[in-house]
């Protein structure tokens, strides 16, 4: 998870960007079973109006990628479901940095619906569930307790951020993808 930290005049903010979902991990979801996001699962999804809370919480709201002014950005690359938003001013924003910042938040998850699941089963160990397809991507947050342990989120300085991409003559779509391959 990384946090990137911008400063326009005398407004500082905070990017925010992770990865929710990494593909073909086995994570515990419970001891009999186990789950794993094939490749191309989000597929379907991308443009859905999904959240990002933190821990799940509508309580909590940091983006939203629809509405009349989207604040979350979210897709997929190689790795897996990947996200960006500028964090909000507000108290738990705030303190959500602070968590980022000290480490005691590192990792990022998602809620979902499954469209399409295979099941494995596998003798002396626990079932299977393979996520083949998502029918419904509710939110992505920055969380406390991951299912998946190799989930990322991140602060970033927006002004480095700038400066590299414009350095090096790349769009920020190019500069996006070069960061989320390399979260």
Same mark, same amino acid.
Request: charged letters at 25%; one cysteine or more.
């Given at each position: 998870?990384?946090?990137e930290?911008?400063?326009?005049?005398?407004v500082?903010?905070?990017v925010?960007?992770?990865y929710?979902?990494?593909?073909n991990?086995?994570?515990?979801?419970?001891?009999?079973?186990?789950?794993?996001?094939?490749? #191309?699962a989000? &597929?379907?999804?991308l443009?859905?109006? +999904?959240?990002c $809370?933190?821990?799940?919480d *509508?309580?909590?709201?940091? !983006?939203?990628?629809?509405?009349?002014?989207?604040t979350?950005s979210f897709?997929?690359?190689?790795?897996?479901?990947?996200?960006?938003?500028?964090?909000?001013d507000?108290?738990y924003a705030?303190?959500?940095?602070?968590a980022?910042?000290?480490?005691?938040?590192?990792?990022?998850?998602?809620?979902?619906?499954a469209?399409?699941?295979?099941?494995?089963?596998?003798? #002396?160990?626990? &079932?299977?569930?393979?996520?083949?397809? +998502?029918?419904k $991507?509710y939110?992505?947050s *920055?969380v406390?307790y991951? !299912?998946?342990?190799?989930?990322t989120?991140?602060?970033?300085?927006?002004?480095?951020?700038?400066?590299?991409?414009?350095?090096?003559?790349?769009?920020l779509?190019e500069?996006?993808?070069?960061?989320n391959?390399?979260?």
């Amino acid at each position: 998870m990384k946090v990137e930290k911008r400063a326009e005049g005398d407004v500082e903010s905070f990017v925010v960007e992770g990865y929710a979902a990494v593909f073909n991990e086995v994570a515990e979801i419970v001891p009999w079973m186990h789950e794993e996001i094939l490749t #191309g699962a989000f &597929d379907d999804v991308l443009n859905d109006d +999904v959240r990002c $809370l933190f821990n799940h919480d *509508p309580n909590y709201i940091l !983006a939203r990628s629809g509405g009349a002014t989207p604040t979350l950005s979210f897709g997929v690359d190689a790795k897996g479901l990947w996200y960006r938003y500028e964090s909000p001013d507000r108290q738990y924003a705030h303190d959500l940095m602070d968590a980022i910042n000290e480490g005691d938040v590192s990792q990022s998850s998602f809620a979902f619906i499954a469209k399409e699941t295979n099941w494995v089963e596998r003798e #002396g160990e626990a &079932d299977l569930r393979q996520i083949v397809k +998502v029918g419904k $991507l509710y939110d992505v947050s *920055p969380v406390t307790y991951p !299912a998946y342990s190799d989930t990322t989120v991140a602060k970033r300085s927006h002004n480095v951020f700038i400066e590299e991409r414009k350095e090096k003559g790349i769009s920020l779509t190019e500069a996006t993808l070069i960061i989320n391959q390399n979260l």
